[in-house]
């Protein structure tokens, strides 16, 4: 039959020491997760505000296209001067 090891006990100071490092591991653990909520709703805010901003653009690129295609049906195929605001139609060939 195997021998019983003797049990021994550990110093008040030990004993405190294991709970300082198991209490600032759950800390460290805490603050992670936290982390990983706030990176987590900040992404969905992102993700979020690139959705609208990509509907955004998808509207004015459909509004760009609805303006130009009925100016083309005014004045035809050409070319806008912005700065003096002219318009200069495409030569008929």
């Known amino acids: 039959m195997a021998k019983k090891a003797k049990e021994v006990k550990f110093t008040k100071e030990e ?3 294991i709970q300082n490092i198991r209490t600032k591991a759950s800390q460290i653990f805490f603050n992670l997760g936290q982390l990983h909520i ?3 709703n900040v992404n969905l ?3 979020t505000r690139e959705e609208q901003t990509e509907a955004q653009h998808d509207a004015l690129v ?3 296209k609805e ?3 009925g100016l ?3 004045y035809g195929e050409g070319t806008l001067d912005p700065n003096t605001g002219t318009f200069i139609p ?3 060939k």
């Open 15 to 17: 004993l405190e020491s």
């Open 38 to 40: 706030e990176r987590r």
């Open 45 to 47: 805010d992102l993700d």
């Open 62 to 64: 459909a509004e760009e």
């Open 67 to 69: 303006l130009y295609k």
């Open 72 to 74: 083309n049906s005014k």
């Open 90 to 92: 495409n030569k008929d």
